[in-house]
C-alpha cells in the first residue's frame, strides 16, 4: 500500500506546526508534560494487548518492540550525524531488514510507522 504524498505538504504542515507552538497553542493540552499511555494501542486486538500487557508486567518485550527500539536507535544514530559514509549504508541496510522484519510479524501498522520516522529522519538529514 502506497502512501500519497504532495509536494510541499510535510513542509506546510510542520510550519504550521511550528507556528502554532510558538503561539502556545499547544501549552494547556490535557496531559501536557506527562508522558503518553501508549500501552494500549487501538490497532492491536484486545486480546493480543492483554497478553503483551501480562508480558510486559513478567519482564519481557516482544521481538517486534525490540526491533521497533532499534529502528529508533539507527533513525537517531542517523539524526546525530555519529556515522561515516560506510556506516550509514549499513545502518540503512539494517534499518530496511528490521522493518521488513516487523512487517512480516503481522503488524503492517507498526511498520509503516517505523518507515515514516526512518523517512523523515534520512530526509531531513539529507535535504
Request: avoid cysteine; charge should be negative; aromatic fraction near 4%.
Amino acid at each position: 500500500m502506497a502512501i500519497a504524498s504532495f509536494p510541499g505538504l510535510d513542509a506546510l504542515v510542520e510550519r504550521r506546526i511550528a507556528e502554532a507552538i510558538a503561539r502556545g497553542e499547544f501549552d494547556d493540552l490535557p496531559g501536557a508534560g506527562k508522558p503518553l499511555a501508549l500501552d494500549d494501542d487501538p490497532l492491536v486486538p484486545e486480546e493480543v494487548r492483554v497478553a503483551h500487557r501480562i508480558l510486559k508486567n513478567a519482564g519481557f518485550v516482544p521481538p517486534e518492540l525490540e526491533r521497533i527500539a532499534e529502528v529508533d536507535r539507527l533513525i537517531a544514530a542517523i539524526e546525530r550525524a555519529e556515522l561515516g559514509d560506510a556506516e550509514r549504508a549499513r545502518a540503512g541496510r539494517r534499518l530496511r531488514a528490521l522493518l521488513i522484519q516487523i512487517e512480516a510479524s503481522g503488524r503492517p501498522a507498526t511498520a509503516m510507522r517505523a518507515w515514516l520516522d526512518y523517512n523523515e529522519a534520512v530526509t531531513r538529514r539529507l535535504g
